[in-house]
């Protein structure tokens, strides 16, 4: 039971990251992964998004004919992704404007309706309440690396503009790391997005690759165990 | 095979109807919320030109709505007036920019009777982060470089950006934001000082159910 949630937070987070490995929601995640503001409130969207879809797709998954179950799909994603602009509209007005109309873009994030399909309309709600959260948590977490990494380099700030998500209060976590005569737009502007997220793959390729290296240099010693006590 | 379009026909009615509800529902909770939020939000920018010492009307509901998409930028725009003790004392005019590096550029510019600026503050706008966006005062404090202008003519040349041998700054690298938001805010200016009487006197109808926008009299603009 709980090897089953281990294996979907690994998956979630890093195995099948939804926007490093299944390269899903790349619209929403290159446009406003500008600041790590933007890049936070539009993970935390997706994340609302991706668990009441999830569970509510699984609670439904047994009423629900296969021919009939992908309209079924868009009008449960629909309906969340509009609960949450609503929301958003209501208590950060602020942020709601700047993400403006990728909120409603929410929608049309693949990677929302890809797990609906393949996970939550075949397991139990919790499971896929479960799962929803660890997808969730993984594109929040790649869009606000890529949020601080394009702001650091942009502006030299990082969370400039937290106060749209959090309240006053939170102005003064804006912190100044890097003065810039000229801010180097590349990295504010799509392209540094585009480039920005080729980096973030190309790291993650890596460290997959160097940690298979080690584990073919280590059989060896395994296979002298003569006895396996623990079977995962 | 009837039978089970009909029962797939009625399940998808059923989702639909369940979730229309809810959004719905939602929609009516959160109303008053979000109509509280942008007004207050206007609220702020229109105080921050208009000092609370200067009227004692209701800025907010003080609004007529404008139909001077040549002069305003958009087929409507509404202007809210200020007064005190029954005298009128300036108008904040919403107008857009139409030609900025991105996108529409819409701002708030107040003047006073006397056709003097009081301030101009950008509402919303889709310049480059980083160059065009210093026309927010929370980035540069360019925009305050209009208070107390005034427009001679209609086509007063000094409002222009030094590049066109105006009297305003441009930024390095961002010509054209300057540029777009400086002509616009000189036509609005302009089209508030030349109406200001029919404009202090246009009916308050920016919150009516089917606003009649007042079409007043534009004043004849001689060469």
Same mark, same amino acid.
């Given at each position: 039971?709980?090897?089953? !949630?281990?294996? +979907?937070?690994k998956d979630?987070?890093w ?9 899903? #929601? ?8 500008g600041?790590i503001t933007n890049?936070l409130?539009?993970? *935390?969207?997706?994340? +609302? ?7 509510t797709?699984?609670l439904v998954r047994?009423f629900?004919?296969?021919e ?9 994603i629909?309906t ?6 609503l929301t958003?509209?209501?208590?950060? $007005?602020g942020l $709601?404007m700047?993400?403006?109309i990728?909120i ?9 309706? #890809?797990?609906?399909?393949a996970?939550a309309?075949?397991?139990?709600? $919790? ?11 993984? !594109?929040?977490?790649?869009l606000?690396?890529l949020?601080?990494?394009?702001e650091? *380099?942009?502006q ?7 106060e749209?998500?959090?309240g006053e ?5 804006r912190v100044q790391l890097?003065? !810039?005569?000229?801010?180097?737009l590349i ?6 997005? !585009?480039?920005g997220?080729?980096? +973030?793959?190309? #790291?993650?390729?890596?460290?997959d690759?160097r940690?298979?290296?080690k ?8 296979a002298?165990?003569a006895r396996v006590?623990?079977?995962? | 095979?009837?039978k089970?379009m ?10 639909a109807i369940?979730? =229309?509800?809810?959004?719905?529902a ?5 109303a008053?919320?979000? &109509?509280e939020?942008q007004?207050s939000e206007l ?6 030109l208009?000092?609370?010492?200067q009227h004692?009307n209701?800025?907010?509901?003080d609004c =007529?709505?404008?139909a ?10 509404p202007i809210?007036?200020?007064r ?7 108008l904040?005019?919403?107008?857009t920019?139409?030609?900025?590096y991105?996108g529409n550029?819409h ?14 503050r950008? %509402?919303q706008?889709r310049? =480059?982060?980083?160059l ?6 929370k980035k540069?404090d360019?925009?305050?470089?209009f208070?107390? &202008? ?5 086509n007063?040349s ?10 305003f ?11 777009? %938001?400086?002509n ?6 302009w089209?508030?000082?030349e ?5 202090f006197?246009?009916p308050?109808?920016?919150?009516? &159910? ?10 004849e603009q001689?060469?």
């Open positions: 039971m709980s090897s089953e !949630f281990h294996t +979907l937070s979630g987070l195995e099948n990251n939804p926007a490093l490995v299944q390269l899903l #929601g790349l619209c929403p995640l290159l446009a406003v992964s600041t890049a409130g539009l993970g *935390i969207a997706t994340l +609302l998004v991706l668990v009441g879809s999830n569970i797709v699984s047994n629900v004919p296969n009939i179950r992908i309209p079924v799909f868009v009008i449960v629909a969340f992704v509009t609960l949450v602009e958003m509209n209501a208590f950060t $007005y $709601y700047a993400l403006g990728f409603p873009l929410i929608v049309t994030n693949c990677a929302i309706i #890809g797990r609906a399909e996970y309309s075949k397991n139990n709600w $919790y499971k896929a309440g479960f799962d929803g959260l660890m997808m969730g948590l993984g !594109f929040a977490a790649v606000v690396a949020g601080a990494m394009r650091l *380099i942009g030299g700030t990082l969370f400039d503009g937290a749209l998500l959090l209060w939170a102005s003064s976590l890097i003065e !810039f005569d000229y801010p180097l990295a504010i502007l799509p392209p540094g997005a !585009f480039i997220l080729g980096f +973030l793959i190309a #790291g993650k390729n890596w460290l690759a940690k298979r290296e584990l073919a240099k280590a059989p060896v010693e395994k002298q165990r006590t623990h079977v995962s | 095979m009837l089970n009909q029962k797939n026909g009625f399940i998808l009615g059923a989702f369940a979730a =229309t509800s809810l959004v719905v939602t929609q009516y909770l959160t008053d919320r979000i &109509e939020q007004r609220l702020r920018t229109l105080n921050a208009i000092p609370a010492a004692d209701d800025l907010y509901a =007529t709505l404008i001077a998409p040549e002069a305003l930028g958009a087929p409507q725009q809210y007036r200020s005190l003790d029954g005298q009128s004392n300036a904040a005019i919403r107008a920019a139409t030609d900025g991105s550029i701002f708030l510019v107040a003047i006073n009777v006397n056709g003097q600026v009081q301030g101009v950008v %509402l706008h310049e =480059t982060p980083g065009g966006d210093k026309i927010e005062l540069s360019w925009v305050l470089s208070d107390g &202008e005034r427009v001679r003519s209609e007063d000094r409002w222009a950006v030094r590049r066109d041998n105006g009297m700054d441009q930024f390095t690298g961002a010509t054209i934001t300057p540029r777009a %938001l400086v616009a805010v000189r036509k609005a200016v089209y508030g000082q109406n200001s009487q029919a404009l006197n246009a308050a109808n920016c919150y009516a &159910e089917n606003p009649e926008i007042a079409a007043i009299d534009v004043v001689t060469e």
